[in-house]
């Protein structure tokens, strides 16, 4: 869905649009160099997949593999458990890494579930 918002004219539109890297973009019309209207996507900015991991962790390297063809749909946030400031997760998952959370909730771990990613995927993506 798109929004516009500005003013419309009969003039032939130089169009020089700007578009943001993520969803969510905002697409500015000029004329004249100056702006004429702009088009505001409504469409939610990516989900975040969260993954919990530490410097040497050869099983979240193959996850982050399995991930490679899903990545234009979902943003993807690492957390070294190892850290400082990071101690809860070090005692939640210490013995469990590689662990997925899926917009702040548990979705999956020590391997990448693909049917479990694909249908949290899906069901953002529905709940447009």
């Known amino acids: 869905m798109w929004l516009f918002q500005g003013l419309y ?17 905002l697409w500015v019309i000029r004329h004249g160099g100056h702006p ?18 530490k410097e040497v962790c050869p099983l979240c390297d193959d996850a982050k593999e399995v991930l490679i063809p899903y990545r234009h749909r979902f943003n993807l946030e ?4 190892t850290k400082p400031g990071n101690k809860q997760w070090f005692r939640q998952y ?7 959370h899926f917009n702040g909730q548990f979705l999956m771990k020590h391997r990448v579930d693909v049917p479990a990613l694909e249908e949290a995927l899906k069901k953002w993506e529905d709940s447009d």
């Open 36 to 53: 004429t209207f702009r088009l505001y996507s409504t469409r939610k900015t990516l989900p975040v997949l969260t993954l919990y991991t």
């Open 78 to 81: 690492e957390v070294d458990i």
């Open 94 to 100: 210490r013995y469990e890494i590689p662990v997925f």
């Open 9 to 25: 004219t009969s003039n032939i539109i130089n169009m020089i649009v700007q578009r943001r890297a993520m969803q969510g973009a």
